[in-house]
């Protein structure tokens, strides 16, 4: 493989921002890229982003800025649009990574040419950190599964590992989910290949989210987003998808 685009779509919030790309920095590879699109954050994330780019010359880095915040999907596909590394990561910008954590997820895809998507654990989805501990113990804790992995029905959008011919095959992310719920369900069903879920080193989830929704929009959004599954882009779907969430991990490795 010639390496990652490791995408993160930014919206505002600095803090959680900056944990997450400072964390991708010290666990980059040399062949990997970093690609930042900045979703018409205001001006105080937009400096931080300039002079954070500016702070790293060694690393390959891509900042794209656009002028107007346009949704996530819409932003996340820019991202996708600009990557042309044989696996590209979708990962939100409230997320902290450890050591290893692309190793480990494209090591699975080189030893198995039919994995197309593969999903890290996290301390919010299946690993569960005790009191005191961080993202890095976590990761210790689970480093004696490298190699294993379970496959499933659908990954988890926070994280997300996409082999190139997946995305030449099937697209991009459907921007009908606008309201930033069911988009990554939606493309694992899209893809071919097998989805797996990889106890990759601990990528964790602070669960701000990189773009505008809110607390208040959240159950609207959801009822919005299975929309697709029950009525027009994706009508008579929506038992095979209540199925799909009851069983998302099918077989263990």
Same mark, same amino acid.
């Given at each position: 493989?010639?390496?990652?685009? %490791?995408?993160?779509?930014?919206?505002?919030?600095?803090?959680?921002?900056?944990?997450?790309?400072?964390?991708?920095?010290?666990?980059?590879?040399?062949?990997?890229? %970093?690609?930042?699109?900045?979703? =018409?954050?205001?001006?105080?994330?937009?400096?931080?982003?300039?002079?954070?780019?500016?702070?790293?010359?060694?690393?390959?880095?891509?900042?794209?800025?656009?002028?107007?915040?346009?949704?996530?999907?819409?932003?996340?596909?820019?991202?996708?649009?600009?990557?042309?590394?044989?696996?590209?990561?979708?990962?939100?910008?409230?997320?902290?990574?450890?050591?290893?954590?692309?190793?480990?997820?494209?090591?699975?895809?080189?030893?198995?040419?039919?994995? =197309?998507i593969v999903n890290p654990m996290?301390?919010?989805?299946?690993?569960?950190?005790?009191?005191?501990?961080?993202?890095?113990?976590?990761?210790?804790?689970?480093?004696?599964?490298?190699?294993?992995?379970?496959?499933?029905?659908?990954?988890?959008?926070?994280?997300?590992?996409?082999?190139?011919?997946?995305?030449?095959?099937?697209?991009?992310?459907?921007?009908?989910?606008?309201s930033g719920y069911f988009e990554?369900?939606?493309?694992?069903?899209?893809? %071919?290949?097998?989805?797996?879920?990889?106890?990759?080193?601990?990528?964790?989830?602070? =669960?701000?989210?990189?773009t505008r929704r809110s607390a208040?929009?959240?159950?609207?959004?959801?009822?919005?987003?299975?929309?697709?599954?029950?009525?027009?882009?994706?009508?008579?779907?929506?038992?095979?998808?209540?199925?799909?969430?009851?069983?998302? %991990?099918?077989?263990?490795?």
């Amino acid at each position: 493989m010639n390496g990652c685009d %490791v995408i993160v779509t930014v919206y505002n919030k600095i803090d959680l921002t900056m944990n997450c790309l400072r964390s991708v920095m010290r666990n980059i590879r040399q062949d990997d890229r %970093v690609i930042i699109i900045d979703n =018409g954050s205001d001006e105080q994330t937009h400096r931080f982003l300039e002079s954070f780019s500016a702070g790293y010359s060694g690393v390959r880095m891509e900042t794209v800025r656009l002028p107007v915040n346009v949704g996530y999907l819409r932003a996340a596909n820019e991202g996708l649009r600009r990557s042309t590394k044989d696996v590209a990561c979708l990962l939100s910008n409230d997320t902290v990574v450890t050591k290893g954590w692309i190793e480990r997820m494209c090591s699975l895809m080189d030893r198995y040419p039919a994995i =197309g998507i593969v999903n890290p654990m996290s301390t919010t989805f299946g690993l569960y950190p005790a009191r005191g501990e961080n993202a890095e113990d976590c990761a210790a804790k689970i480093a004696h599964l490298r190699g294993q992995y379970t496959e499933a029905s659908s990954c988890v959008g926070f994280c997300m590992a996409i082999r190139r011919k997946v995305i030449e095959s099937i697209g991009y992310l459907d921007e009908v989910y606008d309201s930033g719920y069911f988009e990554d369900t939606d493309f694992c069903r899209r893809a %071919v290949d097998p989805v797996l879920s990889a106890p990759s080193p601990v990528t964790r989830m602070y =669960g701000t989210p990189s773009t505008r929704r809110s607390a208040q929009r959240s159950g609207k959004n959801f009822l919005t987003g299975t929309a697709p599954y029950s009525n027009g882009a994706g009508a008579g779907r929506a038992g095979a998808f209540m199925w799909l969430q009851a069983r998302a %991990v099918t077989a263990a490795g």
